[in-house]
């Protein structure tokens, strides 16, 4: 059974840092293209980050050179370091694996974790 359990959410001013795991089971990380969503209250889920097959990473426009997405392959973990958070960051936070090619959609995924809510104040 695949699990996908998020961690690291919680409440910070603007300006503060978080880094969000998803810890994966049931899948190797390595062999999946994976990616971190969020959704905010009153929008659609959107793409954040992608950590595909060789290292290859993609960011949504919004938060290039504030976050970063990595991937431990000794325990199977995806991050996602958060840096310079802003207020519009706020949403809840998803891990998904999947096997499609348009990392920035979440039909590309066929799991997905919880969430964890990530809350920043001005």
């Known amino acids: 059974q695949v699990q996908l359990v998020e961690s690291g959410g919680g409440s910070v001013q603007a300006g503060g840092s978080l880094r969000l795991s998803c810890a994966a089971s049931?899948?190797?990380?390595?062999?999946?293209?994976m990616g971190w969503f969020r959704q905010a209250l009153g929008k659609e889920r959107e793409g954040v980050a992608g950590?595909?097959?060789?290292?290859?990473?993609l960011y949504a426009d919004s938060v290039k050179g504030r976050f970063t997405i990595s991937n431990d392959n000794a325990n199977n973990t995806l991050y996602l370091q958060m840096n310079g958070l802003k207020p519009e960051d706020t949403a809840m936070y998803y891990c998904?694996?999947?096997?499609?090619?348009?990392?920035?959609?979440?039909?590309?995924?066929?799991?997905w974790g919880q969430g964890t809510q990530v809350t920043v104040s001005s």
């Open positions: 049931g899948i190797t990380v390595t062999t999946y293209r």
């Open positions: 950590f595909y097959y060789y290292g290859r990473t």
């Open positions: 998904a694996a999947g096997r499609g090619l348009q990392w920035w959609l979440p039909r590309s995924y066929n799991y």
